[in-house]
């Protein structure tokens, strides 16, 4: 099948990673394992011809669904991937976290996701992270930049983000900040399983409907997240469903719902 729109995404999403990877020295990709990362990751392989000149980073909160840890193994050894696992140990000896009961789900992924990657961003020096956030997914990233500068403290101002016009991107930025870069900034949620349905990309099964009428469309730590009612078992039946509903992607996501902007002061405190 030849799309010729999935052809122009391709080919601006990997302008993106080409670009980066000419101005910054050290560079990551943050993989969550979801559809979004791993089609990224999909992208970044083409655009340096089957290499990855850089390693992967998953912020590995010990709550994720266990099939999604099984299946990240089996990629990174498939695909002969470099993995940096990042995870927050002292919050989780101490307990400070939301299944405990002894921290909200805000401030929980505060801790196990934001703070676990400012750890590993120290560690290893990153000046640039790739991530794949797109604008149509939730109103918050819709403010985001293709070159976005987090401060020393992670910090993102939203207020003063430099312009990007005709492909001209703001590469230099002040000495201990790091970047986050967003190749997949243009597409949508259906343009990425149409790409996933071309490509053969291979997801996580928990996207597709596993006879109960129920599966996950967007996917994080298992206390917080809900499957959503789809008879969807496919991926050519999850591009159907999309192009006839309405109902917002993060709907299962718990988190986004705890207060009216909870998501929003999660993200400028450094959040992905």
């Given at each position: 099948?030849?799309?010729?729109?999935?052809?122009?995404?391709?080919?601006?999403?990997?302008?993106?990673?080409?670009?980066?990877?000419?101005?910054?020295?050290?560079?990551?990709?943050?993989?969550?394992?979801?559809?979004?990362?791993?089609?990224?990751?999909?992208?970044?392989?083409?655009?340096?011809?089957?290499?990855?000149?850089?390693?992967?980073?998953?912020?590995?909160?010990?709550?994720?669904?266990?099939?999604?840890?099984?299946?990240?193994?089996?990629?990174?050894?498939?695909?002969?991937?470099?993995?940096?696992?990042?995870?927050?140990?002292?919050?989780?000896?101490?307990?400070?976290?939301?299944?405990?009961?002894?921290?909200?789900?805000?401030?929980?992924c505060s801790t196990l996701k934001k703070d676990a990657l400012q750890q590993v961003i120290n560690l290893h020096g990153y000046t640039g992270?790739?991530?794949?956030?797109?604008?149509?997914?939730e109103a918050t990233r819709a403010k985001e930049r293709y070159f976005s500068p987090r401060s020393t403290t992670m910090e993102w101002n939203?207020?003063?983000?430099?312009?990007?016009?005709?492909?001209?991107?703001?590469?230099?930025?002040?000495?201990?900040?790091?970047?986050?870069?967003?190749?997949?900034?243009?597409?949508?949620?259906?343009?990425?399983?149409?790409?996933?349905?071309?490509?053969?990309?291979?997801?996580?099964?928990?996207?597709?409907?596993?006879?109960?009428?129920?599966?996950y469309r967007s996917i994080g730590c298992a206390p917080c997240t809900s499957p959503i009612a789809s008879t969807a078992s496919t991926v050519?039946?999850?591009?159907?469903?999309?192009?006839?509903?309405?109902?917002?992607?993060?709907?299962?996501?718990?988190?986004?719902?705890?207060?009216?902007?909870?998501?929003?002061?999660?993200?400028?405190?450094?959040?992905?």
């Amino acid at each position: 099948m030849h799309c010729h729109h999935l052809d122009q995404l391709e080919s601006e999403s990997i302008f993106i990673f080409r670009e980066a990877f000419a101005k910054f020295q050290n560079l990551a990709m943050l993989w969550s394992i979801g559809k979004d990362s791993t089609t990224l990751l999909q992208l970044a392989r083409k655009a340096f011809f089957g290499h990855l000149p850089f390693p992967l980073v998953h912020i590995d909160t010990t709550y994720k669904v266990p099939s999604m840890i099984e299946y990240r193994d089996r990629v990174v050894r498939e695909w002969n991937l470099q993995l940096v696992i990042g995870c927050n140990r002292a919050v989780l000896a101490e307990g400070r976290t939301f299944p405990n009961g002894r921290a909200t789900r805000v401030e929980c992924c505060s801790t196990l996701k934001k703070d676990a990657l400012q750890q590993v961003i120290n560690l290893h020096g990153y000046t640039g992270i790739f991530v794949g956030v797109r604008r149509d997914e939730e109103a918050t990233r819709a403010k985001e930049r293709y070159f976005s500068p987090r401060s020393t403290t992670m910090e993102w101002n939203v207020t003063d983000q430099p312009p990007e016009f005709w492909d001209q991107f703001k590469t230099d930025f002040q000495p201990g900040t790091h970047v986050r870069i967003h190749p997949l900034l243009h597409w949508t949620e259906l343009n990425v399983w149409e790409y996933i349905e071309r490509e053969g990309i291979p997801v996580i099964p928990l996207y597709f409907d596993d006879g109960t009428g129920h599966r996950y469309r967007s996917i994080g730590c298992a206390p917080c997240t809900s499957p959503i009612a789809s008879t969807a078992s496919t991926v050519a039946q999850i591009v159907e469903e999309l192009r006839n509903t309405r109902t917002p992607e993060r709907t299962g996501r718990a988190q986004d719902q705890e207060s009216e902007d909870a998501f929003e002061r999660l993200r400028r405190d450094g959040y992905m």
